[in-house]
């Protein structure tokens, strides 16, 4: 563990590209020479290298989305991350080129890599498995493991097809990143030090995220100059290794990253980078570090207990660390949890995604600035409005989390406003009399959809979902 003491628009059917590339800002000189330095690349790499991947994590939701089965994983490769998109039908190859990605036709769907994986999140490995997760470059689940006999006795008693799996020799089991982590230190009342996430409010109360590990509900904080902080109010390790500590007043909650030699760092989302994509970390121990990512939704057999959906990079980290932020350019991706090695002869550390605590806790990101994005205001002109928020792989349902009653026969129309850059979707759902039906639908790789259905009197409801990305929406709504 790494405590203290430890280290505890893209539409395809014919795949057309519609959307307009977002134009990123500049990125900053300390993140350009850390890309640089670890991973070996020029200055000119690293400049196109972000803004490839910039283009890239916009599009590959949507590219997931329209490819449906056939979808086999997304990455990045080379040093400019050109980015590859996996199917297992090659009539998906053309349309895949046209959108702007190289094709790769696989044996195996992400789909059935997500069926593997999953059983063996259901069979409890053996103390030399370290961890795995599905690596669409390599179409299949990796198992990293110190002793491959043991691991490979793993898979038989799971019953997975082992032809799926790839066994990764590793040399050292993953602990916690304790002691430290992310941005700035903090104190917790128990005497270990950690490092501040990300900044989120709940409601009105303004925190910040960390690892679950660095403390449980009720623990209190300190800040890096020992000034009275916060409370943990949100703490879930094992299984996951989050947490959310509400701060006092003495505190505001600016949305940046203390980025050490890169400077004060602006955060502007939560945008998922995807496998082979450049991340970058900031711990109060070994304070700014650059890598990539490896796999996303990584299970971790820790010694303190098992923690899923991390993700897995090779970005370097020691004790201290644990609850320090990883980000993609300007866009949060998560918090330190734990990993092998260090920052003098290289390693593995691992981060619990951002947005998975966003919605579990309610939280809503602080973007730079200080505050977080108001709802949009594009659905102008309907009879009744509603506003919300959610994170990535989150739902809602209008109005009000509720039902309305359409007495006559008539038109429901719904627009739904939520932040550029997502994809947000919206469904009109009609209650049958046992259980509540899809009657129509509006769900393209955009963030802003309409709906307009002509039905009969009944129950209704909308539900709006995250399918990516985070942010505030708006809801107008007419109906009979």
């Known amino acids: 563990m790494l405590r203290t003491p430890a280290l505890i628009a893209i539409a395809i059917g014919a795949l057309v ?3 307009t590339p977002a134009v990123a800002a500049k990125p900053p000189s300390g993140v350009i020479d850390a890309l640089q330095r670890d991973l070996g690349i020029t200055k000119e790499q690293a400049i196109n290298r972000l803004a490839n991947e910039t283009r890239g994590n916009a599009a590959a939701p949507g590219l997931r989305k329209k490819l449906g089965d056939d979808y086999a994983g997304i990455w990045y490769e080379g040093a400019e991350s050109a980015l590859v998109v996996a199917s297992v039908d090659p009539a998906d190859t053309a349309a895949i080129n046209r959108a702007g990605a190289r094709a790769r036709i696989v044996a195996r769907s992400f789909a059935q890599l997500t069926t593997v994986k999953e059983s063996l999140d259901k069979t409890a490995p053996p103390a030399s498995v370290h961890s795995w997760a599905i690596s669409p470059q390599d179409n299949s689940v990796v198992v990293r493991t110190s002793d491959e006999a043991a691991a490979t006795a793993w898979l038989t008693s799971s019953g997975v097809d082992a032809a799926a799996v790839k066994l990764e020799q590793s040399a050292e089991r993953p602990r916690l990143f304790y ?7 903090y104190y ?12 989120a409010r709940r409601g009105t109360q303004l925190g910040f995220t960390s690892a679950g590990h660095c403390g449980g509900v009720g623990v209190t904080t300190t800040g890096y100059n020992r000034v009275a902080q916060g409370t943990f109010q949100i703490s879930s390790f094992p299984g996951n290794d989050y947490s959310w500590i509400a701060t006092n007043s003495n505190w505001t909650a600016p949305g940046v990253v203390n980025g050490y030699s890169a400077g004060i760092l602006p955060v502007r989302g939560s945008a998922v980078t995807q496998p082979q994509g450049s991340v970058c970390r900031s711990g109060s121990t070994t304070q700014w570090h650059c890598g990539t990512v490896t796999a996303l939704n990584s299970t971790v057999n820790y010694q303190e207990g098992t923690v899923y959906g991390l993700t897995r990079t090779t970005v370097c980290a020691e004790g201290g660390d644990s609850g320090g932020a990883f980000i993609s350019g300007d866009q949060a991706q998560g918090m330190t949890s734990g990993g092998s090695g260090n920052c003098s002869s290289g390693g593995v550390t691992y981060f619990q995604p951002v947005n998975e605590i966003l919605s579990a806790g309610s939280l809503t990101l602080i973007t730079s600035g200080g505050g977080s994005e108001p709802p949009p205001t594009g659905c102008d002109g309907f009879e009744e409005t ?38 947000f979707d919206v469904y009109l759902q009609k209650w049958n009399g046992s259980s509540w039906t899809v009657v129509a639908r509006s769900d393209s790789p955009n963030s802003d959809e309409t709906i307009s259905y002509s039905g009969t009197s009944g129950y209704y409801r909308y539900r709006v979902h995250a399918y990516s990305g985070s942010g505030s929406y708006t809801l107008g709504l007419n109906h009979p």
């Open 17 to 19: 590209v519609t959307a």
């Open 179 to 185: 002691e430290i982590r992310g941005g700035d230190a």
């Open 188 to 199: 917790t009342s128990e005497g270990y030090r950690c490092s501040v996430g990300f900044a």
């Open 386 to 423: 509603y506003s919300g928020s959610l994170s990535s792989n989150q739902s809602t349902y209008e109005p009000d989390g509720s039902y309305y009653l359409s007495s006559t026969s008539g038109t429901h129309s719904a627009c739904l406003d939520a932040p550029d850059g997502t994809d």
